[in-house]
């Protein structure tokens, strides 16, 4: 039986995709050719992908659950660090420094999206060709009149790491090549 990811992928690749579109998911295939030759030539290596979930297992099985198992862990370190480095340190003031140092809630100030990739990919590319002038008046106005107004609300649903290359990309700080490789890689497509 195939795979449900990888019908979604080709009925996405079939069915929906754009030009720009296919171009990165093109670049996509080509860099995950060239991962896998470099690790099939080197041996019995695991694959990235393998690699990467035995990797996020341990990492996730050594903090406990969550950022708050994170952060406590975190202050423990730190605790054991002064104690060893600052012994004449009382425990109030370690304490007072490990409040100091750690944020209230870690990865708080990371947002991300909750939206499928391809729905943030499509939504990127409406964003920059209204933002270059590129988009077609009807196709504006039938997002206007489903959305209001959705070039904010667009912008509000990226996470910063889009905002940010998307920014950069429309100041021509970028290219339309690195635009679509950092896009790529922002999304883990």
């Excluded at 754009?18 to 896998?36: C, S």
């Excluded at 809630?105 to 590129?134: C, H, Y």
Aim: glycine share 4%.
């Amino acid at each position: 039986m195939a795979d449900s990811g990888l019908l979604q992928a080709l009925d996405y690749i079939l069915n929906h995709s754009n030009e720009a579109t296919v171009e990165i998911l093109a670049e996509a295939v080509v860099k995950r050719r060239r991962d896998l030759s470099v690790f099939s030539t080197i041996g019995d290596m695991p694959d990235p992908q393998r690699m990467t979930k035995e990797i996020t297992e341990k990492i996730n099985s050594g903090i406990g659950a969550g950022m708050e198992g994170m952060r406590k862990s975190v202050r423990e370190m730190i605790i054991r660090i002064l104690k060893e480095h600052a012994p004449e340190l009382n425990l109030k003031q370690i304490n007072e420094l490990c409040e100091a140092w750690l944020p209230k809630t870690m990865g708080a100030s990371k947002k991300s999206s909750p939206l499928p990739n391809d729905v943030l990919l499509s939504m990127i590319e409406q964003f920059v060709s209204f933002s270059r002038g590129e988009m077609n008046e009807q196709t504006d106005k039938n997002l206007r009149d489903q959305m209001g107004a959705w070039p904010s609300r667009y912008w509000d649903a990226f996470p910063p790491v889009v905002q940010q290359i998307v920014t950069d990309y429309l100041k021509d700080k970028i290219s339309n090549k690195d635009f679509k490789q950092k896009i790529v890689i922002a999304l883990r497509l």
